[in-house]
């Protein structure tokens, strides 16, 4: 079975800093899916990023950017210049390419970012 | 897009009541999924539909917990009867198969928080 592991419950960065929140999976397939999603105080979830295991190059959004590193198995989130309004709760999240229709996603535990003014 | 739409925005019940949480997804996503938030387990995904139909229902955590999609733009999660430990915050998110190898993603409507006493 696949798992998603966030080993930080917390972070704490600077304003205008640039900050990296980790995450690491485990499976055995060779295609799928990866997302950062961010959960502010409003408890909405928003997608901040995604990356298909198939493409070698770094999804990249504005100021996030991720570091995918397939044989690692390691998927982490680099903001930089963060900002007030990057406060939130991050989950990472895996999902599988599946077939007829059966697939879902696991998400990590999620990583709590501070941003202090 | 309105995006997803989830009632109530707040629920409050006493135990042995019977709870019905609404979905509506975004329009022409193929996928609907029911997710639930607490601090202890973090995000669990309860159940997910394709074409209204339950793909997987694993998640659902017994059998006082039903789900159904009678049609497209619309979906019910229901608890009969209630109890203090569904205390938690439920998720309904969207998505849609991605043509050309394009990575689906989920999106999460704000969630229903469910306190029952």
């Known amino acids: 079975a696949q798992t998603v592991t966030q080993s930080q419950p917390e972070m704490s960065v600077q304003e205008a800093e640039t900050v990296t929140l980790s995450c690491t999976y485990d499976?055995?397939?060779?295609?799928?899916?990866l997302f950062w999603y961010k959960q502010p105080p409003s408890r909405q979830m928003i997608l901040v990023i995604r990356q298909e295991a198939y493409k070698q190059q770094n999804a990249t959004e504005n100021r996030f950017s991720v570091n995918f590193q397939k044989a690692a198995k390691s998927f982490s989130l680099k903001i930089s210049d963060s900002q007030l309004g990057d406060a939130a709760m991050y989950f990472c999240?895996?999902?599988?390419?599946?077939?007829?229709?059966?697939?879902?996603?696991?998400f990590g535990t999620g990583t709590r970012l501070k941003v202090l003014a | 897009d309105a995006g997803v739409i989830q009632s109530p925005r707040h629920e409050v019940t006493e135990m042995g009541q019977e709870v019905t949480l609404r979905c509506k997804p975004i329009s022409g996503h193929d996928y609907l999924f029911w997710y639930r938030q607490t601090m202890m387990r973090g995000l669990e995904l309860l159940i997910y539909?394709?074409?209204?139909?339950?793909?997987?229902d694993s998640g659902m955590p017994e059998d006082r917990f039903s789900a159904k999609m009678p049609n497209a733009s619309f979906s019910t999660l229901k608890i009969q009867p209630s109890e203090p430990r569904d205390s938690a915050v439920y998720f309904c998110?969207?998505?849609?198969?991605?043509?050309?190898?394009?990575?689906?993603?989920?999106?999460f409507g704000p969630g229903t928080r469910l306190t029952v006493l």
């Open positions: 499976t055995s397939e060779s295609d799928y899916y």
């Open positions: 999240a895996y999902r599988s390419v599946g077939t007829s229709g059966t697939y879902k996603y696991i």
């Open positions: 998110a969207s998505s849609t198969t991605g043509t050309l190898r394009i990575a689906d993603t989920q999106y």
């Open positions: 539909f394709n074409n209204n139909v339950p793909i997987d």
